[in-house]
């Protein structure tokens, strides 16, 4: 079956500018989370979602980001006034949402702020 | 707040060698051991996981790795490694019962590059 999918791939941007970032679950799945990963470093957590509603967002770094999941299904994760050091590849994973649950992962976004 | 430490960035071994990637943790709380595999150019995938009971864990690929909460390891071994094996490893743990009593991120270490030599 499907996987976690992510859109685009890449993305450059520059210093200043909005950008948005995409992730469909596996089907089903009603948990997803949402997570950075910069160069040389393991992911670091941002945001878990269940259905529709943001359960834990304490990773988000500040203000400038925000992640929405409307439908409980598809997220976006949009970060304003973009900084260089927001360059990373940022990475969603779906999962029923249990404490036992295998975390899905997509193959990421690539950011890069220049 | 939780911490995952992977001493090691790089292990270079030869094939048919045998491998131990170290991971220490760090919490104020019971936790859920993971270890995440990814290899070149795929995504992040579960190599194995520790809920409870046996403190020994297995993988279908050759791979094992112990709970040792005394010495809050988890450290990952496998007794013959193949070319195959060459990826990004990554411990991460995840609390037992999470601050919203949902399911919360994992907290994962930087991860440990292991290099097949033939």
């Known amino acids: 079956g499907a996987g976690v999918s992510q859109t685009p791939s890449n993305k450059v941007t520059e210093k200043g500018k909005y950008v948005e970032l995409r992730c469909d679950p596996i089907s089903g799945h009603t948990a997803l989370y949402w997570y950075r990963q910069s160069l040389g470093q393991g992911p670091e957590f941002l945001i878990y979602f269940q259905g529709t509603g943001a359960a834990d967002d304490s990773g988000l770094p500040n203000d400038r980001f925000f992640a929405v999941r409307p439908e409980g299904s598809v997220s976006t994760l949009k970060i304003q006034r973009t900084e260089r050091g927001d360059s990373a590849v940022y990475l969603c994973a779906s999962g029923i949402g249990t404490h036992t649950d295998t975390q899905y992962f997509g193959p990421g976004t690539r950011l890069t702020v220049l | 707040a939780q911490s995952v430490t992977q001493l090691d960035s790089q292990v270079p071994v030869f094939e048919e060698a045998p491998v131990e990637l170290r991971c220490n943790y760090s919490?104020?709380?019971?936790?859920?051991l993971f270890w995440y595999v990814q290899y070149p150019n795929q995504g992040l995938q579960l190599l194995l996981k520790?809920?409870?009971?046996?403190?020994l864990v297995e993988s279908i690929n050759g791979f094992e790795a112990e709970f040792n909460k005394s010495q809050t390891s988890f450290h990952l071994r496998k007794p013959s490694v193949h070319i195959s094996d060459t990826a990004e490893y990554f411990c991460?743990?995840?609390?037992?019962?999470?601050?919203?009593?949902?399911?919360?991120?994992?907290?994962f270490g930087k991860g440990t590059h292991l290099i097949i030599q033939p």
């Open positions: 919490s104020s709380v019971s936790v859920y």
């Open positions: 991460a743990v995840s609390d037992l019962i999470a601050p919203g009593g949902g399911a919360d991120g994992l907290t």
């Open positions: 520790y809920l409870s009971g046996s403190t």
